[in-house]
């Protein structure tokens, strides 16, 4: 039990115990140190419906409020606020206890099977910085599922199929005759350009890339033989960006759209079977009551098109089953531009009326705003095109090393590089997931790569400077009691004590940025206790357990950058 779920039980209870065992205490971490470290909220709509006064209520309240060797001091404040702060000895137990475990404290009692939709690119073009937020946002979820004991799935949902691949497919016919199939395909982007060209200026050739279309989807095997060799380079492609980027995911995680391909049909006719189905200027659409367009009329959602060919929604539809049924999700998050947003309330309303979803399995779009250049616009490359990730994640590397190059030009160059790797990506990564995932955000190298607030060097910074205090300590006493005696002492096991439920919040509202802004307070907070408390300078049982302090800090704070795919380094 995380210490917020702690004290809401033993609110709940006093509560219950004045008579009003319905009432919802909230219970928060306190705002400010004055206001202890917790402050219990409720009392005064109680009081309300009670017609009682406040503070009388609140003081009652206190009285079956038990908290005995958990709370030090319990006070009324305000209308009738309960202030609570923690005992020493107690938040010392709960943090020496959450070093006793590998999941620091945080490990779910009812684990679940969550399938992630994440990164999911169309393998048709380049990755671009749309996708970026997605698999960064998406990685570092399922991160936080798994740590907590969860079973994550993570499915890349991969664009690869649909009429295009006909004429790109065709294009690679052609190109092949001169050079081999990895060089045609080196840049997406070009080949892609160069395809639509030709298939507008060529009558003969768009002629052979609709026939290829046709093929395709009949299975012919020399069409078919071209499109898994596009797919596979564009594969590769992904793959080099996920392992510059430090993402977790596989060739194992692909599960794209060409996967559902063979289901589509049974989706209609089950659509159909549910007399869900009309038929509407030659295309087959759900009616849906749920969304209505400006004339108040139902809006028709398409799942068929009139000449038989299916949609982006039949395929989300046949996942959604596939998910219920294979994969057997209780959670499935939709790591996914804010813009499909209509799409995914559709697709979800469609498959619980189609009973393609059990109604336990919670459906859920995580959606995200989109990422600007410092214009406020768009991110896009100078001349405005799409900015690839892979140049995007080398300048991120260059700009790292030269910082630090300009910070420490004594290092060796192969250790400045390996610190400009885990400095630059993890940059970029913390930019993104520092923000509420749902506001558009700025891409600023010169912010995100500074060395002070709230950002990736700041917090691997603080880490490399812990690992440092114990290259000096000598050997530790890895099982000293701890003391908090300071108040900043305090406050930093208070910070140490608030991991799980911190990352309970992160699971809860699939928000990483609570997980950011934890780790930045636990290390201005460490900063503030360092600053206060002399650590090597001190003797005796006072020494052994700052530095066992400085241990559980180190320790969380290299947990939670892990779980956000940043590195931490010994020494930077
Ligand atoms: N390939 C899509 C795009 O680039 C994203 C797919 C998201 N996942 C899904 N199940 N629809 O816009």
Request: net charge negative; aromatic share 8%; proline share 3%.
């Amino acid at each position: 039990m995380t210490l917020l779920q702690l004290l809401a039980q033993r609110a709940a209870a006093a509560f219950a115990a004045i008579g009003a065992p319905d009432a919802q205490p909230a219970v928060q971490p306190a705002s400010r140190p004055e206001f202890g470290d917790y402050q219990i909220n409720g009392v005064m709509a109680v009081a309300k419906a009670q017609k009682a006064n406040p503070r009388e209520l609140a003081a009652r309240v206190l009285e079956h409020l038990d908290l005995a060797g958990i709370a030090s001091k319990l006070e009324i404040a305000g209308p009738g606020f309960i202030n609570v702060t923690l005992s020493d000895e107690f938040l010392a137990g709960r943090v020496l206890a959450g070093q006793q475990d590998v999941r620091l404290g945080a490990g779910v009692a009812h684990p679940e099977t969550v399938v992630i939709d994440l990164s999911s690119p169309n393998l048709a073009k380049e990755m671009h910085v749309g996708h970026l937020r997605s698999t960064i946002i998406g990685d570092a979820l399922a991160r936080v599922f798994e740590f907590m004991g969860n079973k994550v799935i993570r499915q890349n949902h991969v664009g690869d199929w649909g009429t295009q691949f006909g004429m790109l497919t065709a294009y690679l016919f052609e190109q092949e005759s001169s050079k081999p199939a990895e060089m045609a395909l080196h840049d997406l982007e070009t080949f892609y350009r160069e395809a639509k060209g030709r298939f507008d200026e060529d009558p003969a050739f768009a002629d052979t890339a609709r026939d290829y279309v046709v093929r395709l989807q009949a299975g012919d095997t020399r069409v078919l033989a071209l499109w898994e060799r596009f797919r596979e380079i564009s594969l590769a492609h992904c793959a080099a960006v996920y392992q510059q980027l430090g993402v977790k995911l596989t060739e194992d995680d692909v599960m794209g759209e060409s996967a559902y391909n063979d289901d589509l049909a049974n989706v209609i006719a089950d659509l159909k079977a549910k007399n869900l189905l009309t038929t509407s200027e030659g295309a087959q659409v759900v009616f849906l009551d749920e969304f209505r367009n400006k004339e108040g009329e139902p809006a028709a959602y398409i799942v068929q098109k009139q000449d038989g060919g299916y949609l982006y929604s039949t395929t989300d539809l046949a996942a959604v089953r596939y998910r219920n049924n294979v994969l057997h999700a209780d959670r499935v998050l939709y790591v996914v531009d804010a813009r499909q947003g209509l799409h995914f309330q559709q697709v979800f309303t469609v498959s619980r009326k189609a009973g393609f979803a059990r109604p336990e399995m919670q459906m859920e779009h995580v959606a995200f705003g989109t990422m600007m250049g410092k214009d406020n616009k768009p991110f896009k490359t100078r001349s405005g095109g799409t900015v690839k990730l892979v140049e995007l994640l080398d300048e991120a590397e260059t700009r790292a090393f030269d910082l630090v190059t300009s910070k420490n030009a004594d290092l060796p160059e192969a250790q400045r590089r390996k610190i400009a790797h885990a400095v630059g990506i993890g940059a970029v990564r913390y930019a993104d997931l520092a923000k509420h995932r749902t506001s558009d955000y700025v891409f600023d190298w010169d912010s995100m790569l500074s060395f002070e607030g709230n950002t990736a060097p700041y917090l691997q910074y603080a880490y490399t400077r812990i690992a440092s205090i114990f290259r000096q300590a000598g050997t530790v006493d890895a099982s000293a009691a701890l003391h908090l005696a300071d108040p900043a002492e305090h406050a930093l096991a208070l910070t140490l004590a608030q991991f799980p439920e911190q990352l309970q919040q992160v699971a809860q509202e699939t928000a990483p940025h609570f997980l950011c802004a934890y780790l930045y307070t636990l290390a201005t907070r460490f900063s503030r206790f360092y600053d206060a408390c002399p650590v090597l300078k001190s003797e005796g049982a006072t020494r052994a357990s700052r530095l066992r302090l400085c241990a559980a800090t180190a320790r969380t704070l290299q947990t939670g950058l892990s779980l956000l795919g940043i590195e931490v380094l010994e020494e930077m």
